[in-house]
């Protein structure tokens, strides 16, 4: 069943389209993660769906219901914002109850629900507290505990984590998640955060200037990227990318002797490799083509190794202690299945059979070895 469903929504200001024919669907009992840089509309789209502002055009349905026009409580929605919003002279208590209390909800039904909700996110001894009292994490637990007592079937979280120090959201991010799967709630959860969004979410759906760029699961979006601009978002280290140039034999690195990557022309397409998907090998071990080491950033389990080869550099991750040097000589490696070829001009994603290239059986062997552009 469809907890939201989002159609052809746009959002403008005056001229600027801060959303932009907008469609989407959630699925109940699931948490979907609108990401995107700073401006790309996800907040916007957040508040319509809470009824914080009207769409210019389209329509959005909560529950099979059309909520054009209804406000929050009306529509069966929750929210948790960014900034707490609690009332500094009330309790802990109080402020989980301030919306039941103002709906007249029946004292013994609003302890009831106060009970559960405290027991749930571990609130119980901080209940006689002032907010003032609490500390980043606890502030952020009372205010998912007045979305949750509401009870509402969907729950809408805007940035709740950003104002956390990075421990702290890591912990939270496992304990909402948890929530929201132990509840079976609806969450529609906004971040500019991607390693939120691939660590909690069921259904990513990415943003750029207002417009859905890709709408998948987290593998989706890691393993298939739609386009460049996923590419480069998604994952932990920066995705590399280099321009391809025709070759006797298929498509090669431009400006580079590197070996057919597959059949067909190069120009006009570029390769995009994650650091996580390249060998870092001894020059000496039967590389096609040698980098030099020009950086390392070593983060203890792992190292960040960046490569040049002329004026063209890679990111690589390798273990922390087998970094090589700055100023060694290395040899890249990585499996066909792992290059993403995209288009140059349009940034979209083109299928290749990597297998159909190269009529040289070596190239399987090493693994497509070479140097690539960042």
């Not at 349009?346 to 070479?370: C, E, V, W």
């Amino acid at each position: 069943m469809k907890s939201v469903v989002v159609r052809s929504v746009s959002k403008l200001w005056g001229e600027a389209r801060a959303v932009d024919d907008v469609s989407f669907e959630v699925e109940q009992g699931t948490l979907a993660v609108l990401l995107g840089p700073s401006g790309c509309g996800k907040s916007t789209t957040l508040r319509m769906i809470a009824g914080l502002d009207e769409p210019t055009s389209g329509s959005i349905e909560i529950a099979g219901k059309d909520v054009s026009g209804l406000t929050g409580s009306s529509r069966g929605v929750a929210m948790v914002f960014q900034s707490y919003a609690l009332f500094p002279h009330l309790t802990v208590a109080d402020n989980i109850t301030f919306g039941l209390s103002v709906r007249g909800t029946p004292k013994p039904e609003m302890a009831a629900r106060l009970d559960k909700v405290a027991a749930l996110l571990g609130l119980e001894p901080l209940l006689r507290r002032k907010p003032s009292q609490l500390s980043g994490g606890q502030q952020q637990r009372v205010a998912l505990g007045r979305a949750l007592i509401a009870e509402a079937p969907v729950c809408l979280l805007d940035e709740p984590l950003s104002n956390l120090d990075a421990q702290l959201r890591q912990e939270l991010r496992h304990e909402i998640r948890a929530l929201q799967q132990r509840l079976g709630v609806t969450m529609v959860y906004v971040t500019h955060d991607q390693t939120e969004a691939m660590s909690m979410a069921d259904r990513i759906i990415l943003m750029r200037g207002g417009k859905i760029e890709q709408n998948g699961t987290p593998a989706d979006l890691y393993e298939r990227p739609a386009n460049i601009f996923t590419a480069r978002f998604i994952g932990g280290a920066p995705m590399s990318f280099l321009d391809l140039d025709d070759g006797a034999g298929g498509a090669v690195i431009a400006g580079t002797s590197s070996p057919p990557l597959f059949a067909g022309p190069g120009k006009g397409r570029v390769l995009g490799l994650r650091p996580e998907d390249i060998a870092v090998d001894d020059a000496h071990k039967s590389g096609l083509l040698h980098a030099t080491v020009t950086g390392v950033e070593y983060l203890g389990a792992e190292a960040l190794v960046t490569c040049a080869l002329g004026d063209r550099s890679i990111l690589a991750r390798t273990r922390g202690a087998a970094a090589p040097a700055i100023g060694a000589q290395v040899s890249l490696s990585w499996h066909p299945s792992a290059a993403h070829v995209f288009d140059a001009a349009s940034g979209k994603r083109l299928t290749i059979d990597s297998h159909a290239a190269t009529p040289t059986p070596r190239l399987h062997t090493l693994h497509y070895q070479g140097s690539i552009n960042a």
